[in-house]
Nanobody, 124 residues
Framework: QLQLVESGGGEVQPGGSLRLSCAAS????????IGWFRQAPGKAREGVSC????????TYLDSVKGRFTISRDNAKNTVYLQMDRLKPEDTAVYYC?????????????????WGRGAQVTVSS
């Protein structure tokens, strides 16, 4: 069974850090570009970050630039999203998604596999 599983979510105070992991089973992530998306209550899903298949290209939502870092470890079949200096507006369910392509896309419709999501709550 092909699936993605996110982990590492939780509740943190403003200014804190979390690291999300996206692990694949049933397939190898090194054939895919990987994106992170998030959806807050009552809001549309938005693309947060993406890393190309080879890892040489990354992109970020403007509001997270300088605070979030995406990386991949193909040996572990895992992609990470390091989130620092978290803000309350980062509160959302975070999803990772895999796209059968070398290239990133900002459109969720262009991704082939999705995880079930991890809740991130930033609150004092």
């Amino acid at each position: 069974q092909l699936q993605l599983v996110e982990s590492g979510g939780g509740e943190v105070q403003p200014g804190g850090s979390l690291r999300l992991s996206c692990a694949a089973s049933g397939f190898t992530l090194d054939n895919y570009a990987i994106g992170w998306f998030r959806q807050a209550p009552g809001k549309a899903r938005e693309g947060v970050s993406c890393i190309s298949r080879g890892g040489g290209y990354t992109t970020y939502l403007d509001s997270v630039k300088g605070r979030f870092t995406i990386s991949r470890d193909n040996a572990k079949n895992t992609v990470y999203l390091q989130m620092d200096r978290l803000k309350p507006e980062d509160t959302a369910v975070y999803y990772c998604a895999a796209r059968w392509s070398p290239f990133c896309s900002g459109s969720g419709g262009n991704y082939d596999y999705w995880g079930r999501g991890a809740q991130v709550t930033v609150s004092s």
